[in-house]
């Protein structure tokens, strides 16, 4: 049924159309307010949730790593090592986002940091054994240049939207701390 107008004529609208007559028709102004910071949270709520869900997949990546490596030399090594530790930080991240979001992004970072370079060897193992010069327990390079692998290949894309997020959840609260920019 489409909403009365103030003159007692019916508005025949459709969808959003009839809920946005309904708000400025019947409710006026203050209700337009209300309505656009539902509408406002509603989408925060939603970016919050959508990088809870990010850091749980990088969760199941991180454990799934700890897995595989678990009982082998690699797996108790300075790459390996860490990942148990990263997946409890994606954890943590993802329940701290919603009521404390900076100290979520600080978490977040620290885990991207312990398990980013673990993925970074398995796809690219000669580059990164030529970048990062170490006491490595097989001093021979490896002879593939890139390693295709799905698990792998999506933990260093989930892991980098979870470092990109983190460093503007960061930025934007120092902006907003220091006022070069509104609080929303």
């Known amino acids: 049924m489409a909403p009365a107008r103030r003159d007692g004529r019916k508005a025949h609208l459709l969808g959003i159309g009839q809920l946005f007559a309904s708000i400025v028709l019947s409710e006026g102004p203050s209700r337009i307010a209300a309505a656009h910071a539902r ?3 509603n989408e925060a709520v939603r970016r919050e ?3 809870a869900a990010i850091c749980l997949v990088c969760t199941v990546v991180c454990w799934r790593s700890v897995l595989v490596f678990e009982g082998t030399e690699f797996g108790s090594g300075s790459l ?3 990942e148990g530790l990263a ?6 991240t993802a329940s701290l986002v919603f009521k404390y979001p900076r100290i979520a992004a600080t978490s977040g970072l620290a885990a991207s940091y312990f398990s980013l370079a673990l993925f970074l060897y398995l796809v690219f193992p000669r580059p990164f ?4 010069k170490g006491n490595w327990s097989v001093p021979e390079l490896p002879r593939e240049r890139f390693v295709w692998d799905g698990w792998w290949i999506s933990g260093i894309f989930f892991i980098v939207v979870v470092a990109s997020i983190c460093c503007g959840i960061l ?3 120092v902006a907003v701390r220091h006022k070069f920019v509104k609080s929303p």
């Not at 054994?129 to 990062?132: G, N, S």
Request: proline fraction near 0%.
């Open 39 to 41: 509408s406002w949270h």
């Open 49 to 51: 949730l959508l990088f």
């Open 80 to 82: 390996a090592g860490d």
């Open 87 to 92: 997946g409890f930080l994606f954890i943590l």
């Open 129 to 132: 054994r030529q970048v990062f």
């Open 171 to 173: 930025v934007r609260s």
